[in-house]
């Protein structure tokens, strides 16, 4: 299998959106990061988040499984502390191995509406 | 004829919006890979879908004309197998000749809404 | 001033919504190439057009002046010939001085509704 | 702590929408940089703004502090003028440390819709 990817990825304009409306989980809000890992190894990943007013927290540690893709709620993240919702953030992902990340974002603030808007991450 | 982009290129965020709403064919969710082959040589270009749960599957095989684009939709694999609609996924394509591949998906699985997100695929 | 960028960049996943709806001209559906020259010389950019079923048409030519940006609606070139509005194409654009150069969609295809989407064309 | 990213950064693509509806300031229209600063140094990031009809204008000069992102809404600029809202525009960025740039606006031009895009700003 290639090693294909960087072992640095970075994300400067976090946000999760907060409220969401619509059907859940369907449309909860959310910030997505999108792991790719093409090699035959485990990757255990690890996500650093930068804040305006704050020192960064993490690491936050995921596993992706060989040959595997993972998607990662930023929302979902609350060990070693909960991403709080509606806050601008940044994030740092480091893997011991190369992937490929991608971020989406789903915005359902307003009522009765979807946006979405995504970039691939910026590789180091 | 110039030959510009690379031989293989990665979107990590996959997951094809169902349900759909809106007139068809114009309104139905889909993601799609746009390809563009500036060389003089046909292509035949290779995809192998990575999952969170399941090992790869592909190839998925599919020609692009010298001096030619395609708008593939991923919603339209059946070989090896028909991809799964909603199920996030990953993919990887080769080109034996260079290529350049752009991302786009179009979400209507919220009724009377209209939301599109892409971002150029990564290059290796 | 310095000299960034780069001298061809491509984007394969062009194609202009239609039809419109809303007011006009705000919410024209339209694809936009967005060129950034920020060296002390004019540049006349040429931009080729690819298809999925004919030759590719061009060179398109437009002046993008020193010091300038300079946003060129893919729906208005109409020298060699008119653009098709919803047809796929992709894009390839050439310029005698760095540039650096991204793509826009508005779509307006559904009443009522209003989506974006864009990303850094490829550089070559 | 990482040095990554790099020292210049461009967005050829910038309008900041409007007019905007919806509840203020949560649905006003922005054009925005997020700029993440990994390093153990305070960077002054400088950004001038490009035109299609008049000379670039600048420097705007911002903070970015050590381990820390601020999302800059252009809308908020006004040293040493005024951003016109509505205007085509493009940026760019020069930071004394290594910084990742991503660009984001938010647009809610059409009554009771809400539409986002993105991209990674391209590094030079």
């Known amino acids: 299998m290639p090693e294909l990817g960087a072992h640095t990825w970075v994300v400067p304009g976090g946000q999760v959106p907060f409220p969401a409306h619509g059907p859940e989980p369907e449309f909860t809000g959310f910030d997505q990061l999108c ?6 190894r485990e990757a255990e990943v690890s996500l650093d988040i930068y ?7 993490g690491p936050y540690r995921m596993l992706v ?19 709080q919702l509606d ?16 971020f989406l974002r789903q915005d359902t603030r307003l009522p009765g509406t979807l946006a979405l808007t995504g970039t691939m991450a910026h590789p180091v």
Chains 1, 2, 3, 4 share one sequence.
């Open 51 to 57: 804040y305006e007013d704050a020192e960064p927290v």
């Open 87 to 102: 806050r601008p953030y940044g994030c740092l992902l480091r893997s011991p191995v190369p992937v490929v990340v991608q």
């Open 65 to 83: 499984k060989a040959r595997r893709i993972r998607h990662i709620r930023i929302n979902d993240l609350i060990d070693p502390e909960a991403i």
């Open 35 to 40: 792991v790719l890992n093409a090699t035959d």
